[in-house]
T-cell receptor, first 115, second 115 residues
Framework: NAGVMQNPRHLVRRRGQEARLRCSPMKGHSHVYWYRQLPEEGLKFMVY????????ESGMPKERFSAEFPKEGPSILRIQQVVRGDSAAYFC?????????????FGSGTRLTVV | AQSVTQLDSQVPVFEEAPVELRCNYSSSVSVYLFWYVQYPNQGLQLLLKYLSGSTLVKGINGFEAEFNKSQTSFHLRKPSVHISDTAEYFC?????????????FGEGTQLTVNP
């Protein structure tokens, strides 16, 4: 039973380019969460999604960031027109329906570097 | 809103010594409590969690934590550490019954075990 799969593990983008981060949840998990870890900081919640539905995006920056979790395929976190301040580790986690309160399973993260 | 404070950003110890990593939380409602470990360039792994019941919780790798409601603390302990325990440790809370299932993390404690 594979864990939460994130790709790519490392992503380098020039300022102004787009970054697309992918997350495949564990089998049987239909809830996905995205967190961002800035250097020397803890993880900060960004968004919580179910299939085809955004439940809570209160942690997402208002501009340039979007997330989706389509009926088929992985969840995507999209960052348009990246800036140096977007450099961070982005972690995805998943849980079964109704089990998020009990803790999730995290992926290994995507480390985004903006040059 | 809830918050988590990890009182020590760095904890150096010698191998086979005991260690305690401190965590205090603030919340006006009941919470679930978690400790996660992050090894370099990896994702977060759940060490242990408190949901209800006994206030002493045992986790993986010989770690345990005690929930103290009156002091709003959830300190992590290990009686004898190994070099391989060197990692970043994060305390986190989730609020019971919220639809968001959002985890609020502390800033992390870097545990360094020296020979």
């Amino acid at each position: 039973n594979a864990g939460v799969m994130q790709n790519p593990r490392h992503l380098v983008r020039r300022r102004g380019q787009e970054a697309r981060l992918r997350c495949s949840p564990m089998k049987g998990h239909s809830h996905v969460y995205w967190y961002r870890q800035l250097p020397e900081e803890g993880l900060k919640f960004m968004v919580y999604l179910q299939k085809e539905n955004i439940i809570d995006e209160s942690g997402m920056p208002k501009e340039r960031f979007s997330a989706e979790f389509p009926k088929e395929g992985p969840s995507i976190l999209r960052i348009q027109q990246v800036v140096r301040g977007d450099s961070a580790a982005y972690f995805c986690a998943s849980s079964p329906p109704g089990q998020g309160d009990y803790g999730y399973t995290f992926g290994s993260g995507t480390r985004l570097t903006v040059v | 809103a809830q918050s988590v404070t990890q009182l020590d950003s760095q904890v150096p110890v010698f191998e086979e010594a005991p260690v305690e990593l401190r965590c205090n939380y603030s919340s006006s409602v009941s919470v679930y409590l978690f400790w996660y470990v992050q090894y370099p360039n990896q994702g977060l792994q759940l060490l242990l969690k408190y949901l209800s019941g006994s206030t002493l919780v045992k986790g993986i790798n010989g770690f345990e934590a005690e929930f103290n409601k009156s002091q709003t603390s959830f300190h992590l302990r290990k009686p004898s550490v190994h070099i391989s325990d060197t990692a970043e440790y994060f305390c986190a809370v989730s609020v019971l019954g919220t639809s968001g299932s959002r985890l609020t993390f502390g800033e992390g404690t870097q545990l360094t075990v020296n020979p």
